[in-house]
Antibody
Framework: EVILVESGGDLVQPGRSLRLSCKTSGFFFGDYAINWVRQAPGKGLEWVSFLNTAAYGGTEEYAASVKGRFTMSRDDSEGIAYLEMNSVKTEDTAVYYC?????????WGQGTLVTVSS | DIVMTQSPDSLALSLGERATINCKSSQSVLFSANKKDFLAWYQHKAGQPPRLLIYWASTRGSGVPDRFAGSGSETNFTLTISSLQPEDVAVYYCQQYYVPPYTFGPGTKLEIK
């Protein structure tokens, strides 16, 4: 069974940092790109970032709203993807989901809540 | 960036009725080399993660009932639910994966009348 579990969400002050994790099981992690998608309170889905597999050069892409502040990484040996969030802003408050896939996202985690507030 | 728009914003129908949700992209998401449209549809219920319904604009995801159908090409797409069921209450999103950022539409909220 394919499973993705996010963790690391917390209440954090503006300007601080936070690292989210996406722990996976049930599939060969190294074969799949991972994405982060977020949903702010009362809003729709917003694609945040993408990290490709090592076989495809580990390319990364980020939404303009987070570029330069957020960084993805992955540990293929552990089957975990990370989202390092630096210089967080109040507008980063959202439920963050990780999703598996290079183009469409066929499996998702349950999400982890990040609240940015002083 | 490719901007995705959806219509209507919300929809209230009776059980058994047909639901039609439209999605438009600001530029074509048809890749000429493979003649595929880089467009997906997701269903998102409150308190749950999004669920993949459709990819390549018209291919149903694993386990998706055949009452869900995707159609369209280039810049205009449609998600049709042929006979509305109680479990279909959700927000539906289209998403382009033609080029990053992989933008979502604003969503269409589907309710039972």
């Amino acid at each position: 069974e394919v499973i993705l579990v996010e963790s690391g969400g917390d209440l954090v002050q503006p300007g601080r940092s936070l690292r989210l994790s996406c722990k996976t099981s049930g599939f060969f992690f190294g074969d799949y790109a991972i994405n982060w998608v977020r949903q702010a309170p009362g809003k729709g889905l917003e694609w945040v970032s993408f990290l490709n597999t090592a076989a495809y050069g580990g390319t990364e892409e980020y939404a303009a709203s987070v570029k330069g502040r957020f960084t993805m990484s992955r540990d293929d040996s552990e089957g975990i993807a990370y989202l390092e969030m630096n210089s967080v802003k109040t507008e980063d408050t959202a439920v963050y989901y990780c999703g598996r896939g290079l183009r469409w996202f066929d499996y998702w985690g349950q999400g982890t809540l990040v609240t940015v507030s002083s | 960036d490719i901007v995705m728009t959806q219509s209507p914003d919300s929809l209230a129908l009776s059980l058994g009725e047909r639901a039609t949700i439209n999605c438009k992209s600001s530029q074509s998401v048809l890749f000429s080399a493979n003649k595929k449209d880089f467009l997906a549809w997701y269903q998102h219920k409150a308190g749950q993660p999004p669920r993949l319904l459709i990819y390549w604009a018209s291919t149903r995801g694993s386990g998706v009932p055949d009452r869900f159908a995707g159609s369209g090409s280039e810049t205009n797409f449609t998600l049709t639910i042929s006979s509305l069921q109680p479990e279909d209450v959700a927000v539906y999103y289209c998403q382009q994966y033609y080029v990053p950022p992989y933008t979502f539409g604003p969503g269409t909220k589907l309710e039972i009348k």
